[in-house]
């Protein structure tokens, strides 16, 4: 009489996989089933005694492993389509298992899966794997198109038989990181001057969009070519829907007239830190600086003359008034001699000018003074020769008037 306890129940199930199917499939199951017998009294288990209630962990049972993955391509854009490719493994020692069926479940965002099957079908199956072996899955999927960049789980739940341990079930996770295409458009450059010479700068402007969704990190715009030195633009992070602006002097360096002669570089970093570069050209036109032409004499002809002013300026400058005044002296000193040796009667050479009249003596007293009040100039010092113009007698006297309306 067996005593109380789980005793193994052995069954084999036959089947076809249709009706009219002339081949037939077997299928062995193992149960346990717990006799309870009241007429033998229970012995406590001793310590190898493996009877007792019954624990499904203690059945033995393979252990499926996803040994790796990999997509194709590397990585695994949002919108594009990729092959994920497994390694499946049994890891037991000596348990084989039979009757693998693999199922992928995305995780989902706002309730959509974000990775579908092409083909529609997210399950394999695999008839049997011995202890230690693998086999490669390969599995077509595509991203869902406005998920944002980041990793997102695969789950695949597994239902396997083991000789001891009829459809057991587990589960393996793995994580696919999904980037998205990093977009930007930009407005036309503007150069201003578009043309410019050795030396000079020339302005050049326009706008960087991000039109992607995700952030561009690090926005630099480099401009190099023979033309010009080279001179770089800094913009910054630039955020999804966000713009900047590049405002920068390019400097001409050597004259160069061809088109696209100037290499525009755009650069920007995505979260993890790789550099993404994109080339564009420009076109600016550089000359040798124009050469000084040398003064003709019909340029000088066409000059105005400069015109001075009448009387100097003091300071550097001789007064006219010591000429003017000389002049008047010159004059003065004629008048004198003239009149005390012609106009006055009595001898010409032995009349004094106190033998003169008393109202001609008295002009001639006050002329003598006023000629050692004024500024005498030397007659051979530059600009000083004046020849005053004809002068007038005076009627019925005899004495003279000198331009400056000064009688004597």
Known sequence: ?????????????????????????????????????????????????????????????????LDGYRTEPEKVFAGQPFTLVLSVKNASGDIPASNILLSAESEKVDNSSVFSTEAGSNSFVINSLKAGEAK?????????????????????????????????????????????V????????ELSPDSIEIGKESNVMFNLNNTGRVMLY???????????????????????????????????????????????????????GNVTKEEKTLTLTVTEPAPDVPETD????????????????????????????????KCARKNVREATRNEIPGSPDTRTPQSLPAKDADRADRARRDHRNLVDTRDDEPGSRYEPPDQAALPGSG??????????
Not at 33 to 57: L, T
Not at 140 to 155: F, K, Q
Not at 160 to 174: I, R, V
Not at 399 to 408: P, S
């Open 1 to 65: 009489m067996r005593q109380t306890g789980y005793y193994p129940l052995s069954y084999t199930v036959s089947y076809k996989l249709t009706p009219d199917a002339t081949v037939s499939y077997q299928e062995t199951y193992v149960s346990y089933v717990r006799i309870n017998n009241p007429s033998m009294v229970e012995q406590p288990p001793a310590a190898d005694n493996k009877q007792g209630d019954f624990n499904p962990n203690d059945r033995q049972k393979a252990r499926i492993i």
């Open 136 to 180: 490669e899955l390969r599995l077509n999927l595509e991203a869902s198109a406005g998920v944002d960049p980041r990793s997102y789980t695969i789950t695949l739940n597994e239902k396997f038989d083991s000789p001891a341990f009829k459809n057991a079930e587990d589960k393996l996770t793995l994580d696919i990181p999904v980037f998205q």
């Open 182 to 189: 990093a977009r930007y458009s930009i407005s036309t450059p």
């Open 218 to 272: 690090n926005v630099q715009v480099n401009f190099e070519g023979d033309a010009i030195k080279k001179a770089s633009a800094y913009l910054g992070n630039i955020k999804s829907g966000d713009s900047g602006s590049v405002d920068a002097m390019l400097s001409g360096a050597a004259a160069s007239s061809e088109e696209n002669n100037i290499k525009m570089t755009i650069q920007y970093e995505d979260v993890n």
């Open 298 to 329: 019909a340029d000088s002809e066409k000059k105005p003359e400069k015109k001075h002013s009448p009387i100097p300026l003091f300071g550097g400058f001789r007064s006219a008034l010591p000429q003017r005044l000389s002049v008047s002296t």
């Open 399 to 408: 004495l003279h008037e000198d331009h400056h309306g000064l009688r004597l």
